[in-house]
């Protein structure tokens, strides 16, 4: 009796232990072992054997189902790191177009405008200090002597004034000369025009056309990225913001080629209304002379004729 009262007594502090802390036990520790039948003595009270408080352990293939459960439940996606070049590699093929093409476009902007600065500087210069080389000269011949031989506007006006007084030689009327003399200065003023307005043009398309071009690219990479969200079929920010990244991108840099080529554009506009205004100066002083020329050699003949 003593016997099976320990027994019963240490298996249910086992199972008590091993429901308390969680952890699986085998059957063969939760299960009491059988008490043998005992004779029964005589004289001696029956008592009845209170059974073992039943425990059940978890299941081992219960525990394993739950540990594959976690296992293969997807981890949250990593956002990847968004930099200017990592987003340029993953992007789709025709934004990646777009974003080479307005690139492109950005660097003949910053290109024409180091040469246009460069040339209307020089050609402003110069023909400032021609001005101030003819400023007191009082005949075509004697502007052109303290010219020399040089290039430029003013000197291109100097000489088309005097062949068209040596081929004017024997007509009377000086309107004549001076109309002929003022439709030639035109043609070399629009001429000179066209030449230091070349380039300008590109800006202007580049400042036009750019922000549409990054916004279809922009257009075309949400398009794709929408198609890969619905493939997904997640709406999970890190899946999402990439795509869309990329495609803000090309938005982003049409404006960097845009703005500046405006600008740049506007600029020049002034620096050549500028550079235009001395050419009508220049033709204006050529025009004087010409008309001091002409005067003198009719002044000349009125005096010979006196004599």
Known sequence: MKTIFLRVSVAAIVMLSAAWLGSPVSAQQTVAPEPQAATPVQGAPQLAASPAPATVAPSPDATAADTGTRSLRPAAPVMKELSPWSMFMSADVVVKAVMIGLAFASLMTWTAFIAKSIELSLVQRRLRTA??????????????????????????????????????????????????????????????????????????????????????????????SFIGISKSQTTNLAVVAPGIAEALLATAIGLVAAIPAVIIYNHFARLTKGYLELVGRASGAAARLLSRDLDRSHGSVHSRAAE
């Open 131 to 224: 001005l101030r080389k003819i400023a007191d000269a009082r005949s075509l011949a004697e502007a052109q002597f303290a010219l020399g031989a040089k290039d430029g506007i003013l000197p291109s006006l100097l000489a088309a004034a005097m062949r068209e007084a040596r081929l004017s030689a024997g007509i009377s009327s000086d309107e004549g000369i001076k109309e002929r003399v003022a439709s030639n200065f035109a043609e070399i003023v629009r001429a000179e025009s066209r030449r230091v307005r070349f380039g300008m043009g590109v800006l202007a398309t580049i400042g036009a056309t750019s922000p549409f071009v990054g916004l279809f690219g922009t257009v075309w990479g949400i398009m794709n």
